[in-house]
């Protein structure tokens, strides 16, 4: 039996999860967790083999959750779900220590598929995903500038081409506005981009967010 831990604050979505992993006869969803600590305290009570891991969590980067889950359970499978396409995130949370992703809109179809990947030791990944890591293992010449930000640089990046502000960047991701403004200056240092207009313009023109 395959014991899982579902993770997503949205209790629709986790009731939904449940109903397609509990039909399968191998699988059996042990817990679920709408947030960062409720993830981490289940983990460490339940054991789970697989953690299902809504990327955008309230409180804290589903990233920073994930290299948290995998600095102390070297062993455990989590596979992202998000609601971004790959494109955005995949190919970092793959490097963070995630053994699939599965987008939210094709969670229906892909779900059972990638778990029984995940549990025969494999990773679950597409095949434009697969070249995305390719490439990523290839020559750091090829990279484009955001590939070389930090998993904290891309997201205030992000941020600033929705349009918020330094301080509402800063509300959002709990820091504070000094150390969101240092964010911003290493996105500019890196990209040479020179400003929040050219950053917006380089996020779209890269389809980095919707």
């Known amino acids: ?31 679920e967790a709408s947030n960062y600590h409720e993830a981490i305290e289940a983990v460490e009570k339940l054991d789970p083999e697989i953690v299902i891991l809504d990327i955008s969590m309230p409180g804290r980067n589903g990233l920073d959750v994930l290299k948290d889950l995998k600095a102390e359970h070297s062993k455990l499978k989590v596979l992202i ?13 793959i490097k963070a220590g995630a053994s699939g992703y599965v987008t939210k809109e094709n969670a229906a179809e892909e779900l059972v598929n990638a778990i029984r990947k ?8 597409s095949s434009a995903l697969a070249e ?3 490439d990523h293992y290839g020559s750091d010449a090829s990279k484009l500038p955001h590939e070389l930000l930090s998993d904290r640089e891309f997201e205030v990046m992000c941020k600033i081409a929705e349009g918020k ?19 911003r200056a290493r996105v500019l240092e890196k990209t040479l981009l020179k400003s929040n207009v050219e950053i917006t313009s380089y996020v779209y023109r890269n389809h980095l967010i919707d």
């Open 132 to 134: 995305q890591l390719a």
């Open 81 to 93: 779900l998000s609601m971004h396409p790959e494109e955005r995130f995949a190919l970092r949370a």
């Open 1 to 31: 039996m395959i014991n899982i831990l579902i993770t997503d604050d949205h209790s629709m979505m986790r009731e939904g999860l449940k109903k397609i992993l509990n039909e399968q006869p191998d699988m059996k969803v042990i817990g």
């Open 118 to 125: 995940l549990h025969h030791g494999q990773k679950y990944i």
């Open 165 to 183: 502000s330094i301080k509402e960047i800063a509300d959002i991701l709990s820091l504070s506005p000094a150390t969101v403004a240092t964010y």
